[in-house]
């Protein structure tokens, strides 16, 4: 079945970039997305890659995909305090999100 | 203001207590689904419904009931909670088409004693 890993946690300093890493095994994801949750709140979508692109940059986030070696990763650059929450990458092989696998998220901690 | 709202976000009960958690969107929303948030195991998939009437399993049906009878709202049913249903659920939902993204409630936090 599908199964999508990430590594727990990481910690950067203020201003500096943050890299999360994502791995897949389904080959026919056709979606690839990276929620963020903060506390006490549902996630939130940040944003997406359709498979057959390389990357996505959106201000400062820019998602990188490596279809061949089903890897996924996100990279924050600047880091501030606000973006301290839990990023979880998800894949879908269909149109719908609501079909998606997600990872166990990504707890990020932002030190000033 | 678009959202998904769930109720009550904090829920403590006794075992074999049938309780139902509330899940309402006001975005004409077709696709609606439940999730629960374990420690070290991520978001697994309880139940999702594609339209009204509508209504699969996902990856851990196991002690939950869902209904759709209209298209805002997908109550979860847990007829007889046990101990093990004790979790963190959450509510979302999106349109059914092309790269549509979930919205998350602010989800429910369950104790079973």
């Known amino acids: 079945g599908e199964d999508v890993e990430q590594s727990l946690f990481l910690s950067v300093r203020e201003g500096d970039s943050s890299v999360i890493n994502c791995t897949y095994t389904?080959?026919?994801?056709?979606?690839l997305y990276w929620y963020k949750q903060e506390p006490g709140a549902g996630l939130q979508l940040l944003t997406y890659?359709?498979?057959?692109?390389d990357m996505k940059q959106d201000q400062r986030l820019t998602v990188l995909l490596n279809k061949k070696d089903k890897h996924l990763s996100l990279r924050i650059a600047d880091t501030q305090t606000g973006d301290s929450a839990i990023y979880f990458c998800a894949e879908s092989r269909f149109a719908n999100a609501g079909k998606s696998t997600f990872g166990d998220g990504t707890t990020l901690t932002v030190k000033p | 203001e678009a959202q998904v709202t769930q109720n009550p976000r904090y829920l403590i009960t006794v075992t074999g207590k049938k309780l139902t958690v509330t899940c309402s969107q006001n975005m004409n929303h077709e696709y609606m689904s439940w999730y629960r948030q374990d420690p070290g195991l991520g978001l697994r998939q309880i139940y999702y419904?594609?339209?009204?009437?509508?209504?699969d399993k996902g990856d851990v049906p196991e002690g939950y009931k869902v209904s759709r009878k209209e298209k805002r709202n997908f109550p979860l049913i847990l007829e007889s909670p046990s101990p093990n249903q004790t979790s963190l659920y959450f509510c979302?939902?999106?349109?059914?088409?092309?790269?549509?993204?979930?919205?998350f409630g602010n989800g429910t936090r369950l104790t079973v004693t």
């Open positions: 389904d080959s026919s994801s056709t979606y």
């Open positions: 979302a939902s999106s349109l059914f088409r092309n790269n549509s993204p979930l919205h």
């Open positions: 890659i359709f498979s057959n692109m």
């Open positions: 419904s594609m339209n009204v009437e509508v209504t």
